[in-house]
């Protein structure tokens, strides 16, 4: 398996202020054939299904604020929201989609400080 | 539009098996370039990926749990089914399909979700 690491567990940031979540997989999730890193990740609040917000690092999915940005590549990638919003309180996962078999990070609690 | 939905019991004993059906719109599973995945997340804990299933029969599970699941796909109902056997309290828990597909970019990952179905295994 790839074991995907998220750091921290938890952070909590003032209104308006960046955060920055951390991951890293345990093998290189870039594709040589299309140069592409196998890499999303997922924003879930409590009651809902998870929801895609990027995906190859640092594609946004349609219709996601600008404020979030994916970064990194091979075995490091970061998440920022650069102005945290009160609606942006939730859960965060990195998730590799390199392999056959996929694997979740452990995920990121953003709270408001 | 794509949709899923899941449904199955809401408690289960220990011991027992877990039939969940994911029902689908949308989208037809018969070609190997359409999947439909199973992904669970216990209360307080993160996501686990279970299973896929591909359009094309080809199925793929997590390593941890591969000796207790099977998934299997009714293209002509639009369904997918995956079964958990021998339930523990551990395997409570919102479970979740989704749709993946590959375009031509690539293999995507899970875009479309459905609203999950909570399973309490207990006596």
């Known amino acids: 398996d790839i074991v995907m690491t998220q750091s921290p567990d938890s952070l909590a940031v003032s209104l308006g202020e960046r955060a920055t979540i951390n991951c890293k997989s345990s093998?290189?999730?870039?594709?040589?054939?299309?140069?592409?890193?196998?890499l999303a990740w997922f924003q879930h609040k409590p009651g809902q299904p998870p929801k895609l917000l990027i995906y190859w690092a640092s594609t946004r999915e349609s219709g996601v604020p600008d404020r979030f940005r994916g970064s990194g590549s091979g075995t490091d990638f970061t998440l920022t929201i650069s102005s945290l919003q009160a609606e942006d309180v939730a859960v965060y996962y990195c998730?590799?989609?390199?392999?056959?078999?996929?694997?979740f990070g452990g995920g990121t609690k953003v709270e408001i400080k | 539009q794509i949709t899923l939905k899941e449904s199955g019991p809401t408690l289960v004993k220990p011991t027992q098996t877990l039939t969940l059906t994911c029902t689908f719109s949308?989208?037809?599973?018969?070609?190997?370039?359409?999947?439909v995945g199973w992904i669970r997340q216990p209360r307080g804990k993160a996501l686990e990926w279970l299973a896929l299933i591909y359009g094309d029969d080809v199925k793929r599970y997590s390593p941890s749990l591969k000796n207790r699941l099977i998934i299997t796909k009714d293209a002509s109902k639009n369904q997918v089914v995956l079964t958990v056997t021998n339930l523990n309290p551990v395997d409570t828990a919102t479970y979740f399909c989704a749709h993946r597909a590959q375009s031509i970019s690539g293999w995507g990952t899970f875009r479309y979700w459905g609203q999950g179905s909570l399973v309490t295994v207990s006596s």
């Open positions: 949308g989208f037809s599973l018969n070609t190997g370039t359409v999947g």
């Open positions: 998730q590799q989609y390199y392999s056959t078999l996929l694997t």
């Open positions: 093998q290189s999730v870039l594709y040589s054939s299309d140069n592409k890193n196998y």
